[in-house]
């Protein structure tokens, strides 16, 4: 077939279904350019932050305190969104920040997803015993917050980690308590979802003519279950971007050398009884606008991908 | 229904069981115990010596043994620390944080059902609209900020409230120390207590919304109706009687939820209860108090599931009908 009879890639994903949806939703779309905008300025924060706030020969601790859009009254430096006590600037620290929250969140929730789908897989397509431990331990876990269980989780590995390498495993540590306490949603899903498609005729034709039980989940079964798995991805980009912040404004994420958007909130903190607002409030404002843009476009995904609502 | 009971106890034995591994394997493999007990000068026989009286060359199974023993007494040794025993610790910051987390979840509870049933019964007022956008970003906001955003206007702006302790409290028998008995402990309460409080009072409320919206569809409501019963008690006698097992299920759930929520709140108040205790000892790895409230936690997430459990197979008898059923 010729390239002139079958419509491009780009317009067949234009007129999908869940395209239409997302034209039709201005939520949907308000959210998506948020989200987008935050996560394309977290990613080349480099190129685009006015400072690099990490840089010490950058800093001058004279613009400590420089209010937002004001002229510092020593060095006459100015700031869109202020200084801090450090007299870096607010919206480099933010840039920065929200990378190294986007990095945890996204590591998080693939690694929890990885996790949950083999989980699920493997407890819906074998049944029997694995099945029974697997689920078993889900619902142990399910009964505690899962806030809980990664700060536990990572009480635990810090406790057996050697204090020399405690700072820069730190962030791992964190991706892996985070994405531990997350993996019983994707697995109860795909669970779910593979005991109902392996009864279906074309996964015994598959099994009939003798194909790997492997190849059956990964090419034949998977694809089929992914929808509502990308629907609680979404929404777990947005519980694991909260959790990863509320770890670090506890003091327990990550270092103060890789400051995230949790890091600069419990920073900021301190500063709320002496008027210097703006280090607290943009950063603040910046985790409430990613976390509320994403938990809106996964309500929206849900609702776009369940034919009942259609 | 007694094979039920022993089955859900056995699983929660084996909880905490599992648990308490993980709280002995902390204790144990954490740094050498010996080389924090004695000087430098100690010599390798005498630290051998000591290994063996205090029973660390013993076996594993052994040594698990005794930690689930003491820890039965409740002894989980020294906080390294605050060089005090670790179950004094926690007994001291209790009071305060069940204090906080008793008066969170009633006031979750109260407001939560009330706004729920206002909201389902008015569903197009202007008020339901103000309470369910209000909601929304109940459950968007993380914790920490609301605290935060709750310090900066009634401490920080309008100077109502303080804005970290707990205010004086006075010492009752027994050991436990309260803050309700003054008016500066009262006031110290308030603002952690809506912190803690506000995310399980918008679940409970959205919660209480949808089930009173699927029993107010239902035929027996109708046919309350038809018999010319008055909209109060098709309301609250009828409607809202079916809507509580769920709630309450819930409700029993977000206990747990609330006191581990605690650690959060209790850091952004610096309130001084068994969370703040546990962020500092996982801050300063202070292994002994982390292993207790690891236990301590898991312990009271048990016990709420099973009473909840057992709670919801007596009070929902289609359950019993559908397991007998499915028995034979």
Redesign the interface.
Known sequence: MSDTKTPSRLFRLWDSDIAYSFRQSPLAIISGVVALVIILAAAFAPLIAPTNPYDPSSLNLMDGFTPPMQENAFTGSTFLLGADNQGRDVLSTILYGARISLFVGFSAVIFAMVLGITAGLIAGYRGGWVDAVLMRIADVQLSFPSILIALLIFGVARGFIPPSQRETMAIWVLIVAIGLSDWVQFARVVRGATMVEKGKEYVQAARVIGVNPIRILLRHILPNVMGPVLVIGTIGLALAIIAEATLSFLGVGVPPTQPSLGTLIRIGQQYLFSGEWWILLFPAVTLLALALAVNLLGDWLRDALNPRLR | MLAFIIRRIV?SAL?MLVVAL?AFA?FR??GDPISSMVGQETSLADREALRTTLGLNDPFIVQFGRFIGNAIQGDFGISYRLQQPVMELILQRLPATLELALVSGLAAFIFGVSAGVYTALNRRGFLSTGIMAVSLIGV??????IG?LL??LFA?ELQWLP?FGRGDTVALPGGWTTGFLTSSGRQSLILPAITLGLFQMTLIMRLVRAEMLEVLRTDYIKFARARGLSNRTVHFGHALKNTLVPVITITG?QL??II??A??TE??FQWPGVGAL??N???A?D?PV?AAY?VL?ALI?VII?LIVDLLYYVVDPRLRVERGAARH
């Open positions: 699983q909880v993980v902390l493999y954490v968007s906001l993380p914790t920490f900020l935060i310090i900066w920080v804005s759930l747990g939820a581990a929520f650690i959060i850091t952004v546990f962020i000892s996982v801050r790895v292994v982390m690891l936690i997430f599931n």
